[in-house]
C-alpha cells in the first residue's frame, strides 16, 4: 500500500521561506507525476504546482516565481521550496502522486498525504 508524508509546515511570518517535503514509500518503482495542493478553511482543495518523472513543472498562477517545486526519484520524494510567504498562503498542504507503478500494479489515480498546515501570520 502507498503512503504519502508531509511534512515541514509551521507558523511563518509573512515575507518568509518554508520547505516542505514528502516521503512515499510501500515498494514503489515509479511515480508518474507528484504534485502539491492546498486547501484553505472553507474553501475548495486546489492546485499549488505539479512536477512530473522527468522533471515537467506546472504552478498555479497565485505562486508563481514565489514556489518551487522539485523531487528525487530516486529517494520517492518531493519538495515544496515556499518564499516569500503571503497570509493568503496560510492552508493545510497536500502531498499528490498520480500514476505510482508497485510491484504488484500500477495505479493511475490520485494518491494523497494527509497534509501539513502552513500558517502565515505575524
Known amino acids: 500500500q502507498v503512503q504519502l508524508v508531509e511534512s515541514g509546515g509551521g507558523l511563518v511570518q509573512p515575507g518568509g521561506s518554508l520547505t516542505l517535503s514528502c516521503a512515499a514509500s510501500?515498494?514503489?518503482?515509479?511515480?508518474?507525476?507528484m504534485g502539491w495542493y492546498r486547501q484553505a478553511p472553507g474553501k475548495e482543495r486546489e492546485l499549488v504546482a505539479t512536477?512530473?518523472?522527468?522533471?515537467?513543472?506546472n504552478y498555479a498562477d497565485s505562486v508563481k516565481g514565489r514556489f518551487t517545486i522539485s523531487r528525487d526519484n530516486a529517494k520517492k520524494k518531493a519538495y515544496l521550496q515556499m518564499n516569500s510567504l503571503k497570509p493568503e498562503d496560510t492552508s493545510v498542504y497536500y502531498c499528490?502522486?498520480?500514476?505510482?507503478?508497485?510491484?504488484?500494479?500500477?495505479?493511475?489515480?490520485?494518491?494523497w498525504g494527509k497534509g501539513t498546515l502552513v500558517t502565515v501570520s505575524s
Open positions: 499528490n502522486a498520480r500514476g505510482v507503478r508497485t510491484a504488484i500494479y500500477y495505479d493511475s489515480g490520485d494518491q
Open positions: 510501500g515498494s514503489i518503482f515509479s511515480i508518474d507525476a
Open positions: 512536477i512530473t518523472r522527468g522533471g515537467s513543472t
